[in-house]
């Protein structure tokens, strides 16, 4: 029986992020991993010879500037990706440099009010990106740290003066539509914003909070500015290889292609791993960065962490409602209207909030649209490795695509198929000729290649009940549980999804913090 001061479960780029801030402070770390590659969600794959996806996560906004420090990613030579925002008569609105810094293809006066719109949403973000960074408080065990940080937000608050107060208070839960309505005229900015609030979430944009989605998409950032995005591996250099390379640099022992069966517990306290050869590993913190559901429900005998914490682990609202499409082309796809460099950026198809909400109401009832909002990026164009000389390939996440689809994917996934690419076609005329292969997942082939339960990349839905002191549930929303010397560090812990390392950050916090 070998042993180690931590063992992380999961290589995905929040398990990596534990491991690497556990080793750099002196403590032995083995990080296993069920696939025979690193990456979680974020992990690539070849979907036809000579072609390879990205994986889900395509773009990058989220990484932390702490976590980007410490496995040495070097952004000093991206510029943000643009938007660009598709329309049917190929007059596109692009939104450039931090969510929309500047914008081409609006009036002036349509340019202001989204500028006001952006100001306050990436003020009003940022009061919430306060509570992100940190763990979250306690209710009714309130450290003076926690005061403080709710101190802080108070004066910011305070700073722009009782108008802005009452709007923030007035606006915290109010659905992304009516704030659309308020602000701006234009129905492809609107469409943006509805997209960009609910992509990922069970929500449409009418839908009461669903203005969090967007206030959590801006607390995002890169080299420091706010919205700022940049598309998945340009410039040839892959993200997850800089987290493998942080995480071996600091000495953390990492085993591939080697499954945990179960999490060994005695007298209340994990103590050790047993994995699917039969061996036992031990270790004073296990830390486990794969879904909540696959950890608590999958790994843990039930008698270890009691009825009513499983039943809450189980009561976790993660059923996935976006399909991604990757698809091996012969040449680089035209978008007439858009401007060759831009296609370097990414392209939404939301022609307004009315589209994005039609799209949504048929997945409240197990179906998919016949009309798709989805996001587009060709990630070959920025890393060539994944496509061969002269071809290009071409990855969409398309909303709302849900998990339990009443007919069943076995049935509806070629028609499915089939109505993204005659969306496709629409805005890029040719594109079926020039189709080499296509891939599609569903959310039951996402959870499926991913070991995400519901095939749900934020492993929860990011709404209100899910959020802060309830990710994943109440008592365990600090990363540590109820059972002693096991923490939770996927994002399906605070403060959620999206490539941010700050799940693994934090979880890697508490677990140095307390005393053994």
Request: some cysteine.
């Amino acid at each position: 029986m070998t042993s180690f001061d931590a063992i992380v479960i999961g290589g995905g780029h929040n398990g990596l992020t534990a491991a690497t801030f556990l080793a750099r402070s002196g403590r032995k770390v083995l990080l296993v991993e069920a696939s025979d590659t690193l990456g979680g969600a974020a992990r690539g794959y070849s979907f036809h010879p000579g072609f390879s996806s990205p994986g889900l996560a395509h773009i990058v906004n989220r990484l932390d500037p702490d976590v980007a420090a410490a496995i040495a990613l070097d952004g000093s030579r991206d510029t943000p990706a643009p938007t660009v925002v598709l329309s049917p008569d190929r007059r596109h609105a692009v939104l450039r440099g931090g969510y929309g810094e500047t914008i081409d293809g609006v009036s002036p006066d349509e340019a202001r009010r989204f500028h006001d719109l952006r100001g306050k949403l990436i003020f009003q973000a940022g009061i919430l990106k306060r509570f992100l960074k940190r763990r979250p408080p306690e209710i009714g065990e309130m450290a003076l740290t926690d005061l403080a940080a709710l101190a802080g937000a108070g004066i910011g608050l305070l700073r722009k003066g009782r108008e802005e107060s009452r709007d923030f208070l007035r606006m915290l839960l109010m659905n992304v539509a009516d704030i659309a309505d308020e602000y701006l005229t234009d129905d492809r900015l609107k469409g943006l914003i509805a997209f960009d609030a609910t992509l990922g979430i069970h929500l449409g944009p009418r839908s009461p909070t669903s203005l969090l989605g967007l206030y959590y998409r801006l607390t995002g950032e890169m080299q420091g500015v706010t919205g700022a995005q940049r598309i998945a591996g340009s410039g040839g250099r892959s993200t997850i290889a800089a987290f493998e390379t942080a995480a071996i640099g600091a000495g953390v022992t990492v085993r591939t292609g080697t499954r945990v069966e179960r999490i060994v517990a005695d007298r209340g306290r994990a103590t050790a791993i047993v994995l699917s050869s039969g061996e036992t590993i031990e270790a004073a913190a296990i830390v486990s960065a794969i879904h909540p559901k696959a950890t608590l429900a999958g790994l843990v005998d039930a008698a270890e962490i009691g009825t009513g914490f499983r039943r809450a682990v189980s009561n976790i609202r993660s059923k996935g409602n976006v399909a991604k499409l990757d698809l091996a082309l012969e040449r680089v796809p035209a978008f007439p209207g858009v401007a060759a460099a831009d296609l370097k950026g990414r392209l939404v198809v939301a022609r307004s909030v009315d589209h994005v909400e039609e799209a949504f109401n048929p997945a409240k009832y197990g179906q998919f649209s016949n009309d798709p909002v989805m996001e587009i990026t060709l990630p070959s164009l920025g890393d060539p490795s994944l496509a061969p000389p002269g071809g290009c390939t071409l990855s969409a996440l398309v909303e709302f695509a849900p998990y339990s689809l009443a007919d069943g994917w076995d049935k509806g996934k070629p028609v499915f198929e089939k109505i993204v690419l005659d969306t496709l076609e629409r805005y890029a005329p040719g594109l079926g000729e020039s189709i080499v292969a296509a891939n599609l997942l569903t959310p039951a082939d996402i959870e499926e290649r991913y070991n995400l339960p519901g095939g749900h990349w934020h492993h929860g839905e990011l709404q209100a009940d899910q959020l802060l002191v309830n990710r994943p549930v109440n008592a365990a929303s600090g990363y540590a549980t109820p059972l002693r010397g096991l923490y939770l560090a996927s994002a399906g812990s605070h403060p959620g999804g999206g490539i941010s390392g700050l799940p693994g950050l934090l979880a890697a916090r508490q677990v140095l913090s307390e005393k053994r």
